[in-house]
C-alpha cells in the first residue's frame, strides 16, 4: 500500500517568514495529494489539493508543488501569520481499493508574533 | 464547503458500555464514509472504510466486532464502540468523499471519547 512521509514533525518560524513542509509518497500511481490543517481539538481543513497531472497550485498565501518523477510534493506558506499555527497533514490518494488517503504523520507549525 | 456533521463531540462512559458515534453529510452525498482513529499529537489512523448498502472495511488491527460500523443511507454512517474499555479512550473522526466529485475529503469535528 501507500506510505506517505512527512517532514518536518515541528516547524517553528517567525511571523512574516515562509514555511516550507514535505511530504513522500511510495505508490507511483498515486494521483491526488491535499493537504490539511488541523487546530487544536478540531476537525482537519482541506486547505489546497493538487492532482498528478499539474505540477503547481497557487491559492493566495499557499501554494503546493508535486515532483512526480521523485514522488514528492510540498506545501509552502509566505508572510506566515500567527493564525498559521496548526498541525498541517498532508495525504496520498492511491487509485487502488476504495481510494482511501493515506496521511502523513503531520507537522505542527507555529508562528511566532 | 460541504459540511459533515458528527455527534457526539465529547462523551464519557463506564468501562463494558457501548458507545454510538453518528456522521451526517449534510448538504452532499457520501457514498463513502471514513472513520479514523488520532492519539494525541498524532496523525490519523484509519480505522475502516464504510460505504453505503455493504459492509464495512476495516484495517488490519481494527476488531470489526468491537468497532460496529453502518452505512446506511447516502448520508449517515454510524460507529458504536462496543463493550468500551479505557484503552478505547480516543479522538475519532469521520469523514465523507462527495459522490459529485469521489475525491474531495471532509471532515467531522470528532468525538473525544473517555472510557472510565
Known amino acids: 500500500g501507500e506510505n506517505v512521509e512527512q517532514h518536518p514533525s515541528t516547524l517553528s518560524v517567525q511571523e512574516g517568514d515562509s514555511a516550507v513542509i514535505k511530504c513522500t509518497y511510495s505508490?507511483?500511481?498515486?494521483?491526488?495529494f491535499p493537504w490539511y490543517k488541523q487546530e487544536l481539538g478540531k476537525r482537519p481543513q482541506l486547505i489546497i489539493d493538487?492532482?498528478?497531472?499539474?505540477g503547481e497550485k497557487k491559492d493566495q498565501r499557499i501554494a503546493v508543488t508535486l515532483n512526480k518523477t521523485a514522488k514528492h510534493f510540498s506545501l509552502h506558506i509566505t508572510e506566515t501569520q500567527p493564525e498559521d499555527s496548526a498541525v498541517y497533514f498532508c495525504?496520498?490518494?492511491?487509485?487502488?481499493?476504495?481510494?482511501?488517503?493515506?496521511f502523513g504523520k503531520g507537522t505542527m507549525l507555529l508562528v511566532s508574533p | 464547503g460541504a459540511v459533515v456533521s458528527q455527534h457526539p463531540s465529547r462523551v464519557i462512559c463506564k468501562s463494558g458500555t457501548s458507545v454510538k458515534i453518528e456522521c451526517r453529510s449534510l448538504?452532499?452525498?457520501?457514498?463513502?464514509m471514513f472513520w479514523y482513529r488520532q492519539f494525541p499529537k498524532q496523525s490519523l489512523m484509519l480505522m475502516a472504510t464504510?460505504?453505503?448498502?455493504?459492509?464495512?472495511?476495516?484495517e488490519q488491527g481494527v476488531e470489526k466486532d468491537k468497532f460496529l460500523i453502518n452505512h446506511a443511507s447516502l448520508t449517515l454512517s454510524t460507529l458504536t464502540v462496543t463493550s468500551a474499555h479505557p484503552e478505547d479512550s480516543s479522538f475519532y473522526i469521520c469523514?465523507?468523499?462527495?459522490?459529485?466529485?469521489?475525491?474531495?475529503?471532509?471532515f467531522g469535528s470528532g468525538t473525544q471519547l473517555s472510557v472510565l
Open positions: 469523514s465523507a468523499r462527495d459522490r459529485r466529485t469521489n475525491e474531495k475529503l471532509f
Open positions: 505508490d507511483s500511481a498515486s494521483n491526488y
Open positions: 493538487i492532482r498528478s497531472n499539474v
Open positions: 495525504a496520498a490518494r492511491s487509485r487502488s481499493g476504495y481510494s482511501t488517503l493515506t
Open positions: 448538504d452532499f452525498q457520501a457514498t463513502t
Open positions: 464504510s460505504n453505503e448498502g455493504s459492509k464495512a472495511t476495516y
